[in-house]
């Protein structure tokens, strides 16, 4: 059972550039998120989906897009890469959104604007 | 608005010895839940422990205990017996009802086991 996997685990962009981070779960979760943490903090909230076609902005959205085609996919893009961007990005899981609910995480996507 | 806040940024610990590390949270939902994540120096976030506001006990997972004080705010996990493979980042989270969607995070404690 892989869980949630994210992809790549590191890059380098250069300001400007365009890329989307992977994410994909296992458990027939239908709740998904993604998080950026930034050095020594913790994690903020990018955005989240509450199902397939159902996405909605979370605390830092800006410059980022997000779609939910698939229970399983949930990927994230960076239109054009600003060095405030840089970032680890975690992607996460759960089965649905009550309060006793943990979410699972990826292994987090490292990403380098330069 | 749900807030957490974890205001020691680093805490040291003699190994085997037990430690606190300290968590209040801001919500004014009568229904949530309290987590526990570690973050070892790999970066994978792991789930420790969970409490919720009307659990009549004190949540315990092995060597992981939680403090709840709910009229205080704070829910501090503490861990005992402590082993070098503890030290990590410690996050405590907060998902309340009116917004259950969302799992909000603390800035975090820096936990060293000291040999």
């Known amino acids: 059972n892989a869980g949630v996997t994210q992809t790549p685990k590191f890059r380098i962009l250069k300001i400007g550039q365009s890329m989307t981070l992977q994410c994909t779960q296992d458990?027939?979760?239908?709740?998904m998120y993604w998080y950026r943490q930034d050095p020594g903090m913790g994690l903020k909230l990018i955005y989240y989906?509450?199902?397939?076609?159902?996405?909605d902005k979370g605390e830092v959205p800006n410059g980022y897009n997000v779609s939910r085609s698939t229970t399983e996919d949930f990927p994230l893009r960076l239109e054009l890469a600003a060095p405030s961007q840089t970032s680890v990005y975690f992607c996460?899981?759960?089965?649905?959104?009550?309060?006793?609910?943990?979410?699972?995480f990826g292994q987090g996507t490292r990403l380098t604007v330069v | 608005a749900q807030k957490i806040t974890q205001t020691q940024p680093g805490m040291f610990v003699q190994e085997k010895e037990a430690v606190t590390l300290d968590c209040t949270y801001d919500?004014?939902?009568?229904?949530?839940?309290l987590f526990w994540y570690k973050q070892p120096s790999s970066g994978e976030m792991i789930f420790l422990i969970y409490?919720?506001?009307?659990?009549?006990q004190n949540a315990t997972e092995g060597r992981y205990s939680l403090n709840f004080q709910k009229a205080r705010k704070s829910a501090n996990l503490v861990i005992s017996a402590s082993q070098l493979g503890d030290s990590a980042m410690y996050f405590c989270?907060?998902?309340?009802?009116?917004?259950?969607?969302?799992?909000?995070f603390g800035s975090g404690t820096q936990l060293t086991v000291l040999p």
């Open positions: 458990m027939n979760h239908n709740y």
């Open positions: 996460a899981s759960s089965y649905e959104g009550q309060v006793r609910t943990e979410a699972f």
């Open positions: 989906s509450v199902g397939a076609g159902i996405t």
């Open positions: 409490q919720g506001s009307y659990d009549q």
């Open positions: 919500t004014s939902d009568p229904s949530y839940g």
């Open positions: 989270a907060m998902r309340a009802s009116g917004s259950a969607r969302q799992l909000t």
